[in-house]
Each structure stands twice: as C-alpha cells, then as structure tokens.
C-alpha cells in the first residue's frame, strides 16, 4: 500500500525571506550615489569638509592644521569625530542585529541614515546655509550617518562596494583588467561604482550651487529612505 504524499504548504519550496527585496548590488550603487551627493553638500556647501570620504577629510585636517587657507581644523575634526561615533554604533548594530536577518538588518540602518539626512535637510532648510548651527549640524548629522552606513556595508562584504572609497575600487579596475593581465571579471561593478560616485558628485554639485544645500540632502534621504523600504539581504 502506497501513501500520497501530503499536499499544501509542505509542497511549495521555502522561500528565504532575505531574498525579498532589491538586491543589494543595486542598493549599494544607489547609495554611492548619494555618497556624491553628500560630498558635495559638505565639501562645496560647507567649507571643503567631506562627511562620506574620510581619506579626503584626513588630508584636509592636515592642511587645515598647517593653516591652509578655506580649510577648517573644527568643521573637519567635527566630521571625523562624528563619523567614528556613527561607525562604532554600526558596529554594534552589526554584532546585535547581523546574526539575524540580513534584510532586517540592512533596512534598520538605512531606515537610521535616511532619519539622519533627513533632519540635516530640515536643518538647512530652517535656518541658512552658513549659519554656524547649520554647518555644524549637518557636518554632525551627515558624518555621523555615513559611519553608520559604512561600518554595515563592511559587515556586509560585498566585494568592490563600499560606497564612500574609490581608491581601491580604481586600483582593482586597472589592475585586473586585461591591460593589466588579468581577466577583468569585476569591471562592470567596479565601473558602475565609479561612474555613481561621479554621478552623484555632478548632481549634488549642480544643485549645491544653483539651490543651496537643503534640496540635496533631501534627495538624498528620499533615497536612502526608499531604499530602507525595498532593499533586500541577498547580492
């Protein structure tokens, strides 16, 4: 005597809930873009000080410590310090939340860095663009969120995305590519990562100089916002 198997749920194949979602290539060159846009609000709106790319900000401190002039050893410490308070807070989000869920996790602090950015628009929006409670809370807001961000996009390890440093990502492009004797396997991504960045700096430039900057931070937290809400665990 033979027995059916039973019908039903048990039949259907168990989805994995990270799945769900936008992958998180996409994700991760969608927020390189807005690490362009958050270059440029704080580099051309606030005094050249970077809040994403702390080997540009580093450099900076020195000049500004060797009394270069248009550079500013408060706003550029202000940033550095803030975006190592971020990263060690992600850190812990990382160990509390990335055993768990991926999905969860990655939405949880793009969820925290959307806020983040949010509150800077709101900031320059209320008050102008070089009152020092602006300069200093968006340089605190937007330097503290990307440490966030970038401490979980290096828990995540996705190979060639780290969506503030091109550096490397350049360096791996060159030599890897079939020029420099190797098969070029990873250039589309790291082209793509590149080309974002570069996008995101053309955009949030053009409207730092033509709108001031309040209009990019908003794009910019729209974004990462939407991101929050669709973005998967899975590359």
């Keep these: 005597m033979t027995t059916e198997p039973a019908h039903g749920a048990a039949d259907e194949p168990t989805k994995d809930p990270d799945s769900r979602g936008v992958p998180l290539v996409p994700v991760l060159l969608a927020l390189t873009v807005v690490s362009g846009l958050i270059d440029a609000v ?5 005094g050249n000080v970077f809040t994403a ?17 248009g550079f500013s050893v408060p706003h550029t410490a202000t940033s550095l310090g803030c975006f190592l308070a971020g990263a060690a807070v992600g850190g812990r989000v990382a160990r509390r939340l990335g055993t768990g869920s991926r999905r969860t996790w990655t939405r949880t602090t793009l969820a925290a ?10 900031v320059a929006f209320a008050a102008p663009d070089h009152a020092p409670v602006t300069v200093y809370s968006v340089i605190a807001l937007t330097a ?20 503030t440093v091109l550096t490397m990502t350049l360096t791996g492009l060159a030599s890897d590519s079939r020029a420099g004797g190797g098969a070029g396997m990873r250039s589309p991504r790291r082209t793509a990562s590149v080309v974002a960045m570069v996008v995101g700096a053309a955009v949030g430039a053009w409207l730092v100089l033509h709108h001031g900057i309040a209009v990019p931070l908003l794009v910019g937290a729209v974004v990462v916002a939407a991101l929050a809400l669709t973005a998967s665990g899975r590359e």
């Design 42 to 46: 704080s580099y051309l709106g606030l």
């Design 144 to 163: 503290f969120a990307m440490g966030l961000r970038n401490a979980t996009v290096r828990k995540l390890g996705v190979a060639d995305l780290t969506t």
């Design 113 to 122: 860095e959307a806020a983040l950015v949010g509150i800077s628009a709101a």
């Design 53 to 69: 790319n702390m080997t540009g900000n580093v450099v900076v401190l020195g000049f500004a410590a060797a009394g270069a002039p």
